[in-house]
Every structure is written in structure tokens, then in C-alpha cells.
């Protein structure tokens, strides 16, 4: 058989392959999945890689028995850790079309049908943000890329005019995400991490920027704001630090990665206001807006600038430019050239099932923690710490200890009951190991969230 040979075991391949799509797709308990050490995956797995292949029979049998077990099912009803992800039915679906369709997703010259839908679910994404029409964004591979392309945006624009390349700073509070952090280290810029336990105001940031010594506030070029914390599901005062950043001329960024999805209800929208004055924004879809891994956005009030930025410029690439292939190009809005159009399987299922649907199940995951929360009010184990924010709910198991939660959290997963795990939360100066529950999955039901908390007893 050569590599690209269409035969029968081809064919029958793509059958069981099928097949095992369908199957995943429409389980509704899946198995939750357990990570092995790689010295017994190596044992049962043995080497997989040979000079003749071992044949895609065997290849598929020790993915289904073994290896995909020893993966999480990230779409479990009680996966409660971290920011969990909940694709719909029909996303997934759509994403091995988008596979098996083999499309170049970075100049309208190779993608255009394709970038065409995916910028019909970008349009609807921007409408919910009350940014103005004429802007826009692309699809990243993650709130990481996002970030990192909005922001080295924002440092271009400020850097515009200066002859000497001076290093900038970013302000951004403690509550933001990691990988502002990481992202400020690709960009060589400072970061300020402006000390908060609640949410980060205009205040706090004016307080901040006064603080600093002339030389500093001169290299300040931009503030990220957080719209939905990872860890707490807080919303940033998004008003009051637009009304900052429009005085000072700074560049204001939403990570609105996790908390995005709330902007498709309006209930919940009203706790964004202000995110319609920012330059820039990131949303996941594959967190609340039901997208499979992976599928970050980035939005910009001045596409432009972003054009200007990430353009790439090759000889190889001029026809791109040229006016025959006149398009949108979403390699010239993110850091990446070569892209699969990963907004299609969003597209796909916001066009079947409709934006109402999608506003519902995302009410659910708020519901969802208010169920929560009042449950651990009643139980006489348990206090709330934060929350209900957003769908992230923190909690104490009373005179637990650290080894405590760790301990919790390993017996449910090993067990196959539930991966929920515990976080950190800031009392003045200490630290508390507390537990945490973030929804995003409709699938989870009050059952499930008895089942978990009925383990802490
Ligand atoms: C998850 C998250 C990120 C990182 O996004 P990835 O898609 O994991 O790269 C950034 N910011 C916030 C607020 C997040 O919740």
C-alpha cells in the first residue's frame, strides 16, 4: 500500500473511523478518562513506529483501548476543573468536515468560501462585543495567541514613532491570566501587576500610573483588563478603566477568553459594560461558546493596525496582495500564516442551531452555579468563599487542609466520579487551598453537583 492509495482497506478504515465518530458524538456519559505514567503507556503501547508501519487496524485498536483512556474526556458532565469545554454535537461534527475538507485558512486566494463563514460567526461575535462595524477579527488557536497578537499590535501602534525600540510596559492586575505574563516575555515588555483581590478598577490603574516615576509612564503602552477571571469568573470595572485609558491614551485590551460567552445573553452582558470601548479583545470559543480545541478569537476596533503588524511579506507571497486575489486574509491579522479555518465548526453549529440556543446554554452554566452555590450554603461541611461570578463557584470544605483537596480530588478521578480540583484564594496575605467548580457543560445536571459535593462529607 503506498501513502496516499485509495483501496479497500482505505475505505473500510474510514468506515471504523466513522463509526467511532458516531459513537463518541452521541455518548452521553463518556468515560472520564485517567492519565497513566508514560512508563506504563510505553509497556502497553510498546513502540508503534516502525520501518514497515504496524497497520492502521492495530494503529486505531491501541488508540480506542489505550490511549484515548488515558485521556480526559473534556466534555464529561461532572469535568468541573479549570475552565472545562463542552463542544456541541454539531461542532464536533463539523470539525472533521473541516478536516477531512483540507482547506488553507490564511488568504482568501486559497480559503475564500470557507473564511467567508467563518467571518459571518466573527460578525456575531463582534456584535455582541458593541464594538462598531467596521471592526473585526480571526480565529486564533487559543486566548494565548490571542493575546499575543493584540497585544504585539498595541506595542507596534505605541512604538509607531519612536526611533529608539525602548522596552514597553504593560499593566495588568495579579487576578489576569498566566500567559499575559508569558506573553509579555515574547514580547520582551515589562509587566505591572497591579495588586487586587476583588475586581481591577479605573481607580486602581489610575492609582497605579500615578505612582510611577516619569521614565516608566512614559514606556506604559497598555492595560488588560479581564472580563471573566480564570480563576473566579470576576469581571473587571470595564467603564472606568476605559474612562483611564481614553485620558491617557493607552491601548485597552479585554481578556475576556473564558467570560466571552456571556456576552451572548444580555442579562449577563450588562456586567461588560465598557468592553465596546476597548481597542482590542480575546474570546475562546472552545470555552463557553461550545467550539472544539482549538478556538481562540481576536478582535480589533481598528483592524488596520493589526493589518499593518502581522502582514507578511515574501516573494512567494505578492500574488496574495495582489488586487485578482482580493480578499480577507486572516494571516494578516495574527501571528500565525498557515491556518486551518478552525471557525468553521463554530459556524457550523451557530448556523444550525441558532444564536437563542446558544444564549440559553449559556445561561445554563450560570444557573448552574447558583444551584451550586446555594447547596453549599445549606450544607453544614461547607461555606462559599467567592462567588457564584459569572459560572465559577469557590468554595471551603471545613477544616480541610491542602493534602485535603489534593487527596479529594485524586479519589474522584481515579474512581471515574468527577475531575474537580482545588485552587488558591487569597485571605489578605495567606493562602487557602479551596475547592472550585467553573461550568460550562448544559449536560451537568443538579445530580451530579450532589454527587460531588455529597464526596466532601
Ligand atoms: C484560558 C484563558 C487564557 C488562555 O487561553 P488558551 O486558549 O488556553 O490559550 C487567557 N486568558 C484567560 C482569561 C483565560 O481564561
Same mark, same amino acid.
Given at each position: ?33 485517567f ?34 483512556k ?49 467571518n ?8 455582541l ?52 505574563q ?20 479605573g ?17 506604559? /503602552? ?7 477571571? *480564570?480563576?473566579a469568573?470576576?469581571?473587571?470595572e ?63 476596533r ?8 502581522h ?16 480578499? /480577507? ?71 480541610? *487542609? ?5 487527596e ?50
Amino acid at each position: 500500500m503506498k501513502t496516499h492509495s485509495v483501496d479497500i482497506d482505505l475505505v473500510e478504515m474510514s468506515l471504523d473511523v466513522i463509526k467511532y465518530a458516531i459513537s463518541r458524538i452521541t455518548e452521553t456519559d463518556p468515560r472520564l478518562g485517567f492519565p497513566v505514567s508514560e512508563k506504563d503507556l510505553k509497556r502497553k503501547v510498546g513502540e508503534t513506529i516502525t520501518p514497515s508501519g504496524i497497520g492502521g487496524e492495530k494503529a486505531f485498536q491501541i488508540f480506542q483501548d489505550i490511549l484515548v483512556k488515558a485521556s480526559v474526556s473534556i466534555d464529561h458532565p461532572r469535568h468541573l476543573a479549570f475552565v472545562p469545554a463542552a463542544p456541541t454535537r454539531a461542532a464536533v461534527m463539523f470539525d472533521l468536515v473541516t478536516a477531512a475538507s483540507n482547506v488553507h485558512g490564511a488568504f482568501w486566494l486559497e480559503g475564500a468560501g470557507c473564511i467567508f463563514a467563518e467571518n459571518q460567526a466573527m460578525e456575531w461575535l463582534v456584535s455582541l462585543t458593541g464594538l462598531p462595524e467596521t471592526a473585526t477579527g480571526v480565529f486564533t488557536s487559543g486566548g494565548t495567541a490571542a493575546n499575543l497578537s493584540a497585544i504585539t499590535v498595541a506595542r507596534e501602534y505605541w512604538r509607531r514613532d519612536k526611533p529608539e525600540k525602548e522596552r514597553g510596559i504593560l499593566i495588568a492586575a495579579r487576578t489576569a491570566h498566566s500567559s499575559i505574563q508569558t506573553m509579555a516575555k515574547v514580547i520582551d515588555a515589562d509587566v505591572i501587576s497591579v495588586e487586587t483581590e476583588r475586581e481591577f478598577t479605573g481607580k486602581d490603574l489610575a492609582r497605579t500610573l500615578t505612582g510611577l516615576p516619569g521614565s516608566e509612564r512614559r514606556r506604559v /503602552f497598555a492595560v488588560i483588563a479581564t472580563a471573566g477571571t *480564570t480563576n473566579a469568573g470576576i469581571v473587571d470595572e470595564l467603564d472606568t478603566i476605559a474612562e483611564i485609558c481614553e485620558r491617557e491614551s493607552l491601548w485597552m485590551h479585554v481578556d475576556a477568553a473564558y467570560g466571552g460567552g456571556a456576552l451572548s445573553s444580555e442579562i449577563l452582558r450588562e456586567q461588560f459594560q465598557g468592553i465596546e470601548r476597548s481597542d482590542s479583545i480575546t474570546i475562546d470559543p472552545h470555552k463557553w461558546l461550545f467550539a472544539p480545541y482549538d478556538c481562540g478569537a481576536v478582535i480589533y476596533r481598528n483592524p488596520e493596525l493589526a493589518r499593518q503588524t502581522h502582514m507578511q511579506e515574501g516573494s512567494y507571497l505578492d500574488i496574495i496582495s495582489d488586487e485578482g486575489a482580493d480578499g /480577507f486574509n486572516p494571516a494578516d491579522y495574527q501571528i500565525q500564516l498557515t491556518r486551518r479555518t478552525r471557525g468553521l465548526p463554530l459556524w457550523f453549529s451557530l448556523a444550525m442551531y441558532g444564536t437563542e440556543r446558544y444564549r440559553i446554554s449559556v445561561e445554563r452554566g450560570v444557573e448552574l452555579a447558583g444551584i451550586a452555590a446555594s447547596k453549599i450554603e445549606k450544607s453544614d461541611y461547607l461555606e462559599l468563599v467567592h462567588g457564584p461570578s459569572l459560572s465559577i463557584v469557590i468554595f471551603r470544605r471545613k477544616g480541610w *487542609t491542602s493534602t485535603d483537596y489534593n487527596e479529594w480530588t485524586y479519589r474522584n478521578h481515579r474512581e471515574g466520579i468527577a475531575l474537580v480540583a482545588p485552587t488558591k484564594w487569597r485571605n489578605g496575605s495567606e493562602k487557602e487551598t479551596v475547592a472550585r467548580f467553573c461550568f460550562i457543560n448544559p449536560d451537568t445536571t443538579e445530580e451530579d453537583i450532589e454527587l460531588i459535593l455529597e464526596s466532601m462529607a
